[in-house]
């Protein structure tokens, strides 16, 4: 689903499916945009077999019925009316049919495990993305040729999740994302050394007698940012200091605690919710929380859509020049993060379209902890395949436009395509 839109402008496009049966659904990993609209497209396509790893089938689920109340809310709030687009009972019922697939084996499609023999039969499996906990590529065979999706990937370690491994043999055609595509990585970037310029950023926020916000998606980016703060209090880089995350966040990092002992990560031991003891906020209790100095506030949505904590508090802080707004990760430039990161110091923005524009006076600061991979990285990857044709897929135009003009000219060999949403292609 579109993760700025809202009701049906959410929705994907699927009149080019609508007459034909989809035999499968493989789902990547359980952010909104890529798992968010699943029991619509489950109604529809009833005869599908729907796969994914274990850890997204229970973050999926978690997700899909926060959207169902979410959605409920919003039929009043933005007159949509034909939400909610599914309901609790619906959710229940699709997550019974997702079948829960291991990391490196090969499924056929007709769910059954393949054949060592190499058939003619579709078959995929699944590669760790070491985007979220969960997140997978997916390696598609069939009549011999090969078919690699990367999903969203990150092939560098970040401070829970480990890099990706993906398949590094002869792939014939890649379908690769290209979030960061119109960032170059900063010259001399560590994660090191960004996480420290992360803890003086909130010590100097603290020193001006304020609060931090940092919009954080409620998967990976929330529990991401926990263990660093946790580490920056154990090794007492800052004082000791409260947290605050949402209720959507706080179920999200519960799974990350229950899996951290069969998940290939980083600090295996390390329980959030218990060491880094955030305090859970709801969307009663954010109108209470005070704006005091020295607490940190890490909530969703990432990208401050209205109605959403970040949203709501971020409109309490912006105006007052003592607090600050920190942004970790990305903001589409429409989105309400990015039109305030845009708008700067002094500029002025709407956050909420039902709300007066606001001054900007607060402090802010930008701090680079994707956890999608560096374009430096993709075109790395692709290199190293050198497939016969390259889709470009995940990315803001002028995103893909970079990773297209540097693929040809360092892959002569290869097509690479940009695909029209709703037109085929014939692979
Ligand atoms: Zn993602
Ligand atoms: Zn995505």
């Not at 607090?323 to 309400?336: C, L, Q, R, T």
Request: aromatic residues 8%; glycine residues 8%; contains cysteine.
């Amino acid at each position: 689903m579109h993760p700025k839109n809202a009701g049906e402008d959410a929705l994907p496009n699927f009149k080019p499916i609508a007459d034909r049966q989809i035999e499968a659904i493989l789902i990547s990993h359980g952010h909104q945009d890529h798992i968010g609209t699943l029991p619509v497209l489950m109604r529809r396509q009833p005869a599908a077999r729907i796969f994914m790893t274990e850890a997204t089938a229970e973050i999926g689920n978690t997700l899909l019925h926060n959207s169902v109340n979410v959605m409920t809310r919003q039929r009043e709030e933005i007159g949509a009316t034909l939400y909610p687009l599914f309901t609790h009972r619906e959710t229940d019922r699709a997550s019974d049919f997702w079948q829960w697939c291991r990391l490196r084996q090969r499924i056929s499609i007709s769910g059954e495990r393949a054949p060592q023999r190499e058939t003619d039969a579709l078959t995929f499996e699944f590669f760790d993305a070491g985007h979220v906990l969960g997140s997978t590529g997916i390696l598609l065979r069939a009549k011999g040729r090969t078919i690699f999706y990367t999903g969203d990937v990150n092939f560098d370690d970040q401070t829970i999740m480990e890099a990706a491994i993906f398949p590094e043999e002869k792939i014939d055609i890649l379908i690769m994302e290209s979030t960061r595509g119109d960032h170059a990585k900063p010259a001399n970037w560590t994660r090191a050394g960004e996480e420290q310029r992360l803890a003086e950023a909130i010590d100097g926020a603290f020193n001006r007698g304020g609060c931090v916000l940092i919009p954080v998606f409620a998967l990976g980016k929330t529990q991401e940012l926990l263990a660093m703060l946790h580490r920056f209090r154990r090794e007492q880089l800052l004082p000791d200091f409260p947290i605050y995350i949402g209720g959507l966040s706080s179920k999200m990092t519960d799974i990350y605690d229950r899996r951290a002992h069969v998940s290939r990560r980083q600090l295996p031991r390390l329980q959030l919710m218990e060491e880094a003891a955030p305090f859970v906020l709801n969307g009663q209790t954010i109108c209470d929380a005070p704006a005091r100095a020295e607490r940190i506030y890490a909530l969703s949505s990432g990208m401050m859509v209205p109605k959403t904590l970040s949203n709501i508090l971020g409109r309490r802080l912006v105006e007052n020049p003592q607090h600050s707004i920190f942004f970790v990760g990305y903001a589409d430039p429409a989105s309400p993060a990015g039109l305030l990161r845009d708008a700067g110091p002094g500029g002025e923005v709407t956050l909420d379209p039902d709300e007066p524009a606001q001054r900007v006076r607060c402090h802010m600061n930008q701090f680079q902890f994707s956890a999608h991979a560096s374009r430096e990285a993709l075109i790395e990857y692709a290199n190293k395949l050198s497939p016969r044709k390259i889709v470009l897929v995940h990315g803001d135009p002028p995103a893909v436009e970079w990773m297209r003009a540097t693929l040809l000219a360092t892959l002569p060999g290869s097509e690479v395509i940009v695909p029209t949403p709703g037109v085929e292609l014939e692979l």
